[in-house]
């Protein structure tokens, strides 16, 4: 299991936002990752069977929606 420090988790919840605000189809987004990160984010492909960046951010935007709606 793959545990984040605060600030990774911040800048995971900030692209999540900036992401979420992308409304528009076919519209990129691209967000500097420091390198700290992007080994994270390694990691959580290898764990997760996830194939690219985008979709670890589909996961995650994912997860977190479930834990919203679980505390609803």
């Given at each position: ?7 990774s988790k911040?800048?995971l919840?900030?692209?999540?936002k900036?992401?979420l ?11 500097p ?12 492909k ?5 194939k690219?960046?985008?979709?670890i ?10 834990k919203?709606q679980?505390?609803?």
């Amino acid at each position: 299991m793959w545990i984040l420090s605060g600030k990774s988790k911040k800048l995971l919840n900030n692209i999540i936002k900036i992401y979420l605000m992308v409304v528009e189809k076919n519209k990129e987004l691209h967000v500097p990752i420091e390198s700290e990160i992007f080994h994270k984010l390694e990691d959580i492909k290898v764990y997760h069977g996830i194939k690219n960046n985008t979709e670890i951010i589909r996961f995650l935007i994912t997860k977190e929606h479930r834990k919203i709606q679980k505390t609803e």
